[in-house]
């Protein structure tokens, strides 16, 4: 079974720009969490979707926004990119999104703002 | 404030040996608390979990002990294997916050042939 996969592996964008990060879960998963994970430090909860709802929100601007599909897919968007935003994104899905439901983590995908 | 710490940020252990690798947390209305271990170019891979009823599970050669009182989690592997070697997370849960993981900075683990 494939396992979740996440879009573009890495991606350069400059000050202000967008970008558009994509998540395909793995087969049967309806929850989709998205984590940003800086340089030394561990990841850290951006959103969490199930059922393309959004279920839970970590303490990130409004530039962040997440939606996710009829087909459990997801997008993570940010806009007014800067400098700090510089990480590997990653994104997790589990079955139903509930507490002793195991979350499996993409390989992430690097952003790079220059 | 970091909710989650793992205050060694590299363990350096020998092939056969014990790795121990400590975790402390603040918020005592975390109740589910897990591993991962996260190799280079690859996202975080679950290890093991415990709940808060508990104080220790095992699988295989990992164990968790969590101490309530000290709000102090700790995993051991034995014997380490240079497989092994990766950085490790820490992570918790709340009771009111959807799957939501609050991760600690990691432990680089090192085991040495």
């Known amino acids: 079974d494939a396992g979740v996969t996440q879009s573009p592996t890495h991606l350069i964008k400059t000050r202000g720009q967008h970008v558009t990060l994509r998540c395909s879960p793995i087969?049967?998963?309806?929850?989709v969490s998205w984590y940003q994970q800086v340089l030394g430090q561990g990841p850290q909860f951006i959103f969490q979707?199930?059922?393309?709802?959004?279920?839970g929100r970590g303490n990130f601007p409004d530039r962040f926004s997440a939606r996710q599909f009829p087909n459990y897919s997801s997008e993570l968007n940010v806009n007014a990119l800067l400098l700090g935003d510089s990480a590997l994104y990653l994104c997790?899905?589990?079955?139903?999104?509930?507490?002793?439901?195991?979350?499996?983590f993409g390989p992430g995908t690097r952003l790079t703002v220059l | 404030d970091q909710q989650v710490k793992q205050n060694s940020p590299s363990l350096s252990v020998q092939e056969g040996r014990i790795s121990i690798l400590n975790c402390d947390y603040t918020?005592?209305?975390?109740?589910?608390f897990l591993w991962y271990k996260k190799y280079p170019a690859e996202g975080p891979t679950f290890l093991i979990s415990?709940?808060?009823?508990?104080d220790k599970n095992e699988d295989g050669r990992f164990t968790v002990f969590l101490n309530k009182s000290a709000k102090h989690l700790s995993l051991h592997i034995v014997p380490s294997q240079p497989g092994d070697s990766a950085v490790y997370f820490c992570?918790?849960?709340?009771?009111?916050?959807?799957?939501?993981?609050?991760f600690g900075g990691g432990t680089r683990l090192m085991v040495k042939p």
């Open positions: 087969s049967g998963h309806k929850s």
């Open positions: 918020n005592s209305m975390f109740d589910y």
């Open positions: 979707y199930y059922e393309k709802e959004e279920r």
């Open positions: 415990i709940s808060s009823i508990k």
């Open positions: 992570a918790v849960m709340n009771n009111n916050a959807g799957n939501m993981l609050t």
């Open positions: 997790a899905s589990s079955r139903l999104g509930t507490k002793a439901d195991t979350q499996y």
